[in-house]
C-alpha cells in the first residue's frame, strides 16, 4: 500500500501584482533574501518553508496564495482527493529540478496545491 499521508504545508505562492515591491515586502517579514531571485519567480526560504512570490499569477493564473501540501506520490494523491469530491484544476506537471506539482479545487472552490519532489 502506498503511503497516502502528507508531509504538511511547506509552500505557499503568492501572486503579485509588483514584483519589486512584493520582494522588499517578504524580504522585511521573513528576515531573510530571496533565495531564488528572478522576473517569473522569487522564492524565499524561512523556517522550514518555502514562499514563492508569483508576478500575475503566473501561467496557472491564480487570484489568491495557494498553499502546497508535500505528498510522498503525487498521483496517488491526485486519485484519492478526487475520488472523495476534488475537482482537478491545474494536472501534474513536472516544474524542474525533480519537482512535480498540481492544484485542486474543493467542493467550495478553494484552491489547494500538491507537491512532490522525487
Do not use: C
Amino acid at each position: 500500500m502506498t503511503d497516502s499521508s502528507t508531509q504538511g504545508i511547506k509552500t505557499v505562492l503568492h501572486p503579485v501584482s509588483d514584483l519589486e515591491t512584493a520582494k522588499k515586502v517578504y524580504t522585511a517579514l521573513l528576515g531573510v533574501p530571496p533565495q531564488h531571485d528572478d522576473s517569473y519567480y522569487v522564492g524565499f526560504e524561512a523556517a522550514g518553508q518555502h514562499i514563492g512570490l508569483v508576478p500575475g499569477g503566473g501561467p496557472q493564473g491564480m487570484t489568491a496564495p495557494v498553499a502546497y501540501w508535500h505528498v510522498p506520490d503525487i498521483e496517488a494523491k491526485l486519485a484519492e482527493v478526487t475520488a472523495a469530491g476534488a475537482t482537478v484544476k491545474d494536472p501534474v506537471r513536472d516544474v524542474g529540478g525533480g519537482r512535480l506539482v498540481a492544484s485542486i479545487t474543493d467542493p467550495d472552490g478553494n484552491v489547494l496545491g500538491l507537491l512532490q519532489d522525487r
